[in-house]
């Protein structure tokens, strides 16, 4: 226990010197920002800044894109409720109840419910982190090549199980992942691999060219196309604070919403947005008039918004502790570790104990500096939902660009995340989903080298999977994961989930 | 046998020749044995992985029940998009971060559903002037800014 205080008291002295709190409040702030705006997501924002953090001195660069990323859970739900528009995906199912308050004129109460259940749900979430942290990490210290070889398999097949549409397409993509994430220099044997004699390849392809082509460019492409126009109807907020009556109502969605997040946060997959359509059901199946959802029941706001902010900070868990992406946006993260020099994993605790802990510290005050700034700037956020999307669109393009420019000040990288984004495009067009891909690249050098130490350990003896518990676990976890996925019961009832 | 899902075919395809690719190109690699793994291992592994895929997602496209929704590339916006950032690729270097802007914008903004040419070069005169401050002044990255 005391041991928890000293590594929060770290961690806050590192989140509250002035520059974190002002790089957390500009990654809070931007977060939000891109929340309210439909089209652009925390992914593809944080590729776009991903080559600033290199100028940045680490743990200020992680806390301000931790920022973007709970930042924009608290700016989708304002956009959701206010103009029937989810900024988020996460944010679809508080369209649903959030929306039908604003139409009964109980806009404001809907909004700060949002706001102080998200808050709640990241406490309890910051609490989550620090306890488990810790845990996770010294059973991960014992780990072996052959356990994180089981681990990262285990993680690719979840985050398969978790995407959308077809697992074995969702497979393939994986494997198109790790087979990208090849291409370079061989660490073990220095050979270059699949370079076609091009320098620029010989590093491997970059990991931010990858990202913000798939998800930056693709995302740009898929939205171009749809010809949907946005009506905003500007609504006048009134009325804020909740009454007594709101607040007994929404406590036990709250509540609910945190558990079921935090939960699912910490799994591979979807994170935010899973959890969100997982607490709708929830909240709707346990209460006591269920008929009363889609019609403004405050716990329809109140469950999915708890649980995707809680979702968007324990899913923070597998990358700070084991360095296993759970979804693409930890992916990213872990890419802006790597950029900063920091190999991620448990050692990231016990090396760099300020960094983790400021992190965790940094998230606290970032969700209490949303909820005081959130309401208050409301105004501000819808009317930049009037900007046309053919304005913004050219400037996340150039800022693309211009960001994957300086990586290198190599056209190559450039031209390259042009191509990534055709097939990001017509991956998605084809119902193959690029976030798959996206952990395979990351994970993929990383899991050949751990094969190759395990069997390089055992003599080429392939069974030592098997023969270690923690791997064998794994490894029958993952096994038991597909079955399920193919039992034909459960994934009619995965789609019947997605399909809503 | 006919082709319910030409989703899957395409996509069955694809993944066939990266996988063959993949696996084909690795072949002037050693192999080494599993106990020393060499550079082609994995590779070859994984590559041969993802035709089968590729094959048995190409057969699904014929066994599937009843097929997606229908296949539609954004092409006009794919293409200019694309033509976009390869222009703003070639044009850094020889002329500069505020003629690569321009082409950037105006290329993608014809991909877009509107095109207004005062709107897209206020646009691009209201981004140089941002991105020439934030980053060339700012972040010091070192771009050229001018064709000279």
Redesign the interface.
């Known amino acids: 226990m005391m041991d928890l205080l000293n590594h929060l008291a770290l961690g806050f002295q590192v989140a509250l010197t002035p520059i974190n709190f002002l790089y957390c409040l500009a990654g809070s702030l931007m977060g939000t920002l891109i929340g309210v705006l439909p089209g652009i997501g925390p992914t593809a924002t944080i590729a776009m800044l991903l080559p600033i953090t290199f100028n940045l001195p680490a743990v200020s660069a992680l806390i301000m894109l931790a920022g973007i990323y709970y930042g924009a859970q608290y700016g989708g739900s304002t956009t959701a409720i206010l103009v029937n528009l989810p900024g988020e995906a996460s944010s679809v199912v508080t369209c649903l109840d959030g929306h039908a308050m604003q139409r009964q004129g109980r806009a404001g109460v809907a909004l700060a419910t949002a706001a102080l259940g998200s808050f709640f749900a990241g406490c309890v979430a910051t609490v989550i982190i620090a306890m488990l942290a810790p845990l996770l990490a010294g059973v991960a210290l014992k780990f072996g090549p052959t356990e994180y070889f089981s681990m990262m398999l285990l993680g690719l097949v979840a985050a398969v199980i978790l995407a959308h549409g077809s697992v074995l397409k969702a497979v393939a993509m994986v494997v198109l992942g790790l087979l990208l994430g090849l291409v370079g220099t061989d660490v073990t044997s220095g050979t270059t691999r699949f370079d076609f004699g091009i320098p620029a390849l010989s590093d491997g392809i970059d990991f931010v060219v990858v990202a913000m082509g798939l998800f930056g460019i693709a995302e740009i492409i898929n939205t171009l196309g749809q010809k949907e126009e946005r009506e905003v109807v500007a609504a006048k907020v009134t009325g804020l604070w909740p009454s007594k009556d709101d607040f007994r109502m929404m406590w036990k969605a709250v509540f609910r919403g945190t558990a079921l997040g935090s939960a699912l946060g910490i799994l591979p997959g979807g994170a935010a947005t899973l959890s969100s359509f997982a607490a709708y059901i929830l909240v709707q199946k346990l209460a006591k008039d269920p008929s009363r959802f889609g019609k403004g029941a405050i716990e329809g706001v109140a469950g999915p918004e708890s649980a995707n902010n809680a979702a968007a900070q324990t899913s923070f868990i597998p990358m700070l502790t084991l360095g296993i992406p759970p979804n693409s946006v930890m992916a990213l993260m872990i890419g802006a570790m790597m950029i900063q020099g920091i190999a991620p994993g448990p050692q990231v605790m016990t090396s760099r104990p300020e960094l983790f802990w400021g992190m965790i510290a940094s998230m606290w005050v970032g969700n209490l500096m949303l909820v005081v700034l959130n309401l208050p700037l409301i105004g501000l956020w819808v009317s930049l939902l009037k900007v046309p999307y053919r304005m913004l669109y050219p400037s996340i393009l150039a800022f693309c660009c211009i960001g994957v420019y300086s990586l290198n000040n190599n056209p190559v990288d450039v031209v390259m995340t042009a191509f990534f984004g055709l097939m990001g495009h017509v991956f998605t067009k084809l119902d193959c989903e690029p976030a798959p891909l996206l952990l395979g690249f990351i994970l993929g050098p990383m899991m050949e080298e751990y094969l190759r130490r395990a069997m390089l350990l055992s003599r080429g003896d392939a069974t030592v999977f098997l023969r270690h518990p923690i791997s064998l676990a794994m490894l029958i976890l993952s096994a038991l994961l597909l079955l399920l996925i193919i039992a034909p019961a459960i994934r009619s009832k995965r789609d019947e989930a997605f399909q809503e | 046998m006919r082709v319910r899902s030409l989703?899957?075919l395409?996509?069955g395809i694809?993944?066939f020749v990266?996988?063959a690719g993949?696996a084909w190109?690795?072949r002037e690699?050693?192999m080494g044995?599993?106990?020393?793994?060499?550079?082609a291992y994995?590779?070859t592994v994984?590559?041969v992985?993802?035709a089968v895929?590729?094959v048995?997602?190409a057969i699904?496209s014929i066994t599937i029940e009843e097929g997606?929704s229908p296949?539609?590339?954004?092409w006009?916006?794919?293409l200019l998009?694309?033509a976009?950032?390869?222009l703003?690729?070639?044009f850094?270097?020889p002329l500069g971060?505020v003629v690569?802007?321009g082409g950037?914008?105006f290329l993608?903004?014809l991909?877009?559903?509107?095109f207004?040419v005062r709107?897209?070069l206020g646009?691009w005169i209201a981004?140089a002037v941002l991105?020439v401050a934030l980053?060339v002044y700012g972040?010091k990255?070192?771009?050229k800014v001018w064709p000279l």
Do not use: N
């Open positions: 989703k899957d395409y996509a694809i993944f990266f996988g993949f190109l690795a690699y050693p044995r599993l106990a020393r793994m060499g550079p994995f590779p994984l590559g992985t993802l895929l590729g048995l997602v699904r997606a296949l539609r590339l954004y006009k916006p794919l998009v694309m976009g950032t390869c703003f690729a070639a850094m270097a971060l690569s802007l950037l914008i993608s903004a991909g877009g559903p509107e207004r709107c897209t646009l981004l991105c980053f972040l990255l070192p771009f």
